[in-house]
């Protein structure tokens, strides 16, 4: 294991090159852009931009504000990944949903990973994301999303 000065050293390297500063402002860029998509949603909340491990946004319609939920959509920076997660305001909520939808009949794409306490359950929009095809990009996670929030809402 390294070291606090080794790892701040690399990181120090990689900042140099340019390259990682770019890719992150793509990605930021990028999330801003989908994000004005989704103005059909009652709420949309701001984007997180996390510590380099995730990037979400969430939105909101009236029935699940109503019980504490709330719908977000991540993109996973380790993975290169996008997927949508069902939160919820509290581990309360997020508890009682977990139980509830897990002992319904699940679709096949529906999934929770254990180590993954901030969702209830998520869904996969996208593992291979092409951000030179944006348009594409969008229209695949926007489409996932919106067929994530009608399950969801079948399933509550």
Request: glycine fraction near 6%; charged fraction near 25%.
């Amino acid at each position: 294991m390294k070291y606090l000065n080794q790892l701040i050293d690399d990181y120090t390297a990689l900042l140099q090159n340019g390259e990682l500063q770019a890719a992150y402002k793509g990605i930021m860029d990028y999330m801003s852009g989908l994000r004005n998509h989704f103005s059909d949603f009652e709420a949309v909340g701001g984007i997180y931009q996390g510590y380099m491990d995730m990037t979400y946004f969430s939105l909101n319609t009236q029935e699940l504000m109503g019980r504490g939920l709330k719908i977000a959509v991540v993109y996973l920076h380790d993975k290169k990944t996008f997927e949508v997660w069902l939160s919820a305001r509290n581990r309360e909520i997020s508890n009682k949903y977990r139980t509830l939808i897990h002992s319904s009949k699940l679709h096949q794409p529906l999934f929770h990973e254990k180590e993954n306490t901030d969702a209830i359950i998520e869904y996969t929009l996208t593992s291979t994301p092409d951000f030179d095809n944006q348009a594409v990009l969008t229209e695949e996670i926007i489409k996932g999303t919106r067929e994530f929030a009608e399950l969801i809402t079948g399933l509550i």
